[in-house]
């Protein structure tokens, strides 16, 4: 008769999970925030950079629909997401959302509507240029306006793909 004997390694990674100590998750939350506070002047910086390309992209547009221009638009907004919420600027990243949006529905149509992109572009200027200045119901009637342009166009794409599908 033979014995079956299961073992179990004991890793170092477990032990140490299980013991007391460390920091305690509000430290590491208050040491995260002042980190975070450190790099706010670069992050204002940056997106005061990421406006300023995107309203440079804006303005060499063509006069008709130009999806290569819709695209480099759409890469200078996403890769500007986030920045805003490392500045206490989120609706900042709202906005460049919000033009990802537009700018992909746009795409889906193949419409050109530089007003309602130039409503985005501007924006961006009016949120970077008052960081921290605007009341909070102010942003959100900006925002709240933002959302109805790409609301419009979103209804439009949906519609358009279901009678192509």
Not at 75 to 104: H, Q
Request: aromatic share 6%.
């Amino acid at each position: 008769m033979s014995n079956v004997r299961y073992e179990f390694p004991k890793y170092k990674l477990t032990q140490q999970l299980k013991e007391p100590g460390g920091v305690a998750v509000a430290d590491a939350v208050d040491a995260a925030k002042a980190n975070l506070t450190d790099l706010e002047p670069e992050c204002i910086s940056e997106l005061h950079k990421a406006t300023a390309a995107a309203l440079a992209e804006f303005q060499r547009f063509p006069s008709a629909f130009d999806a290569a221009s819709l695209q480099a638009l759409y890469a200078i907004s996403a890769r500007a997401v986030g920045i805003g919420a490392v500045c206490g600027a989120p609706a900042a990243d709202t906005t460049f959302i919000s033009l990802c949006n537009l700018l992909d529905h746009l795409m889906a149509i193949k419409r050109w509507d530089v007003e309602a992109i130039a409503v985005h572009v501007q924006t961006l200027q009016l949120l970077v240029a008052n960081i921290g200045k605007l009341t909070p119901p102010v942003m959100e009637q900006i925002l709240a306006g933002l959302e109805k342009v790409t609301r419009r166009y979103r209804q439009e794409a949906a519609s358009a793909q279901a009678a192509s599908a």
